[in-house]
């Protein structure tokens, strides 16, 4: 856990994200399209991603965020 807020005091804008997650990459753009430079830790490319991973759901954070669609209906939502 102290590994995780060494990241994450270092750096004003932290994003950890998995290469492959389209969320994160929207957040990305979003994030920097308003200036700041975000520090991105992709947890599918860094040797120790998965304990980040870890710890920080037990900080609260979710399994997984991404994209999930209702069957074809037309309802897109955010997990």
């Known amino acids: 856990m102290e590994a995780v807020r060494r990241l994450v ?3 004003p804008v932290v994003i950890f994200s ?14 920097s399209s ?8 992709e947890l599918d490319e860094i040797p120790n991603g998965r304990e980040i991973e870890r710890v920080l759901q ?6 997984e965020t991404g994209v999930h669609d209702d069957g074809g209906r037309g309802n897109m939502g955010l997990e």
Request: one cysteine or more; proline letters at 6%; hydrophobic letters at 25%.
């Open 18 to 31: 998995k290469s492959s997650c389209c969320v994160s990459h929207s957040m990305k753009q979003l994030i």
């Open 58 to 63: 037990t900080m609260g954070g979710p399994r």
């Open 9 to 11: 005091e270092e750096k």
């Open 34 to 41: 308003y200036g700041a430079n975000p520090t991105v830790y």
